[in-house]
């Protein structure tokens, strides 16, 4: 049974699978290289294998203060926006500002859920917190508490919490590769750290099971089908000597049926339900 494990194995299991060596695939190698970057683009961005999550955390750097924070007077972190418009015969130019509040994330990155907050509310964070404090008084033996009226106690703290310090506003466009963050950059620090929750596509040449991923060859193998008929089409009605007939579109045909099938399944059995239909 074959495993591919290399891109150059990828490409040779779907040319057998289309008939190769015994038939000639009339589609170039360049071709097909941007096929298979196509293909891992796809499984990247729509199948659940082929992102991981991930705890990045970055570091603050006093360049991101100050990129983050808008100064109204040397104009530090604004980012201005020049344009015209035309009304009735004159020309008015407009100006948008915007704060340079945000920070690289790896191209990688390719979805984020939330940074974690900051944990420094009188609740949970440090030694005279509410945490600290219900601990040290109420559980200084195993059975002084009913768990069920601590799991409550915690609850109720936890909704304290949750209206007192509300969780950072993000922004996030993965063809950007930039985190927006509404915050307060000036009470930041510099040298503190950011935990950012991220789903962050597969690289297949640090996890090459990718390569021998169902999906995968199965699409692989659709889409060189297409553009092998793609590329007879224009010899429609050629023959060639012994009366055979290039039918370059009922090839086109099957791989695009043979395609929209994959994808059907793909929505349907490999990609993340809508949130809306969770639960």
Known sequence: MSKPSTKQGLIDYCLRQLGAPVLEINVDDDQIDDLVDDTIQYFNERHYDGVERMYLKYKVSQDDIDRGKASGTDGVGI???????????????????????????????????????????????????????????????????????????????????????TDKQIRFNK?????????????????????????????????????????????????IKRQWGQNLMKFNGVKLPGGIELNGRQIYEDAQRDLDDIKQRMSSEYELPPLDFIG
């Open 79 to 165: 980012v201005t926006t020049t344009g015209t418009s035309t009304i009735v015969g004159s020309a008015t130019t407009f100006n948008f500002y915007e704060n340079s509040n945000y920070i690289q994330v790896p191209e990688s990155v390719i979805g984020i859920e939330k940074i974690f907050k900051f944990d420094t509310s009188s609740i949970s964070g440090g030694m005279f917190s509410i945490k600290y404090q219900l601990f040290l008084n109420d559980l200084y033996y195993f059975n002084s508490v009913n768990l069920l009226q601590y799991a409550m106690t915690k609850t109720y703290l936890e909704d304290i919490d949750f209206l007192l310090t």
């Open 175 to 223: 063809r950007q590769d930039r985190l927006y963050l509404d915050i307060d950059w000036g009470a930041q620090s510099k040298d503190t750290f950011f935990v950012i929750d991220c789903y962050r596509a597969l690289d297949p040449d640090s996890f090459t099971q990718i390569y021998n991923d169902s999906f995968v060859k199965k699409y692989l193998t659709a889409v």
